[in-house]
């Protein structure tokens, strides 16, 4: 069993940055793909962004795309989501996934295998 714990969340202005880091333990990290998902007060979890098992493919959803960007340190065991020209409606909790099979990214929740315990970011306008 994987576990999943996210830093990086914090209070940030609108148009500022903040980098997100998911370390993974308990067993081999580098077979795995990888996601990033949100949930927002009232509304339901969305996918962000993800990443294959060896960084050779990522996906993002339409509203983060040329904002945020996936990455991943296989020898660090550690998946990164660099969020910058954060606005206001990227407010929420963010947690790190762990895809069920090593060729589907995780863009779903179904798709998730494990999930961390979340990490909040708030964009004050």
């Known amino acids: 069993q994987v576990q999943l714990v996210e830093s990086g969340g914090g209070l940030v202005q609108a148009g500022g940055s903040l980098r997100l880091s998911c370390a993974a333990s308990g067993r081999t990290f580098s077979n795995d793909p990888m996601g990033w998902f949100r949930q927002a007060p009232g509304k339901e979890r969305e996918f962000v962004a993800a990443?294959?098992?060896?960084?050779?493919?990522?996906y993002y959803a339409d509203s983060v795309t040329g904002r945020f960007t996936i990455s991943r340190d296989n020898a660090k065991n550690t998946v990164y989501l660099q969020m910058n020209s954060l606005k206001y409606e990227d407010t929420a909790v963010y947690y790190c996934?762990?895809?069920?099979?090593?060729?589907?990214?995780?863009?779903?929740?179904?798709?998730?295998?494990?999930w961390g315990q979340g990490t909040q970011v708030t964009v004050s306008s």
């Open positions: 996934a762990k895809g069920k099979y090593r060729i589907v990214l995780p863009t779903t929740s179904q798709d998730v295998g494990s």
């Open positions: 990443i294959s098992w060896n960084g050779g493919s990522t």
